[in-house]
């Protein structure tokens, strides 16, 4: 897993946000909304995450429609398991991870542990 490059996370953002397949057209009106962006840059992108497993496509008429393999939580979980693994100390890691916590997040983390049944103390 690797982080992701300034325009493959807008397009996703644009595709998890919509929650359903969409042209490249509408993912370049949206990030023209925010920036200027070519049709062919997109294009060339969306083409790279289909080619790397991020996007499947299909074919409705002449364009084709994208749709993201992975959730957008899936892909920040991926990102935290990634950044564990570059510790030496995955438990002392995760000590100073969860120290900077919020409340909210702790809460989070156990209502998380609990729903997967591991105990959270």
């Not at 995760?94 to 909210?104: I, P, S």
Request: charged share 30%; glycine share 4%; proline share 4%.
């Amino acid at each position: 897993m690797r982080w992701l490059g300034e325009l493959e996370a807008e397009i996703l953002d644009c595709l998890w946000k919509w929650d359903r397949p969409a042209t490249v057209r509408e993912v370049v009106d949206d990030i023209n909304t925010r920036r200027p962006a070519a049709y062919s840059t997109v294009m060339t992108v969306a083409t790279i995450l289909y080619n790397k497993g991020w996007l499947t496509r299909e074919k409705q008429g002449r364009a084709w429609l994208y749709t993201p393999v992975r959730s957008r939580e899936a892909y920040s979980a991926a990102l935290m398991e990634d950044a564990l693994g570059a510790s030496q100390d995955r438990p002392a890691a995760l000590a100073y991870f969860v120290e900077r916590m919020t409340d909210e997040e702790v809460a989070a983390l156990h209502e998380a542990l609990r729903t997967v049944g591991r105990p959270a103390g």
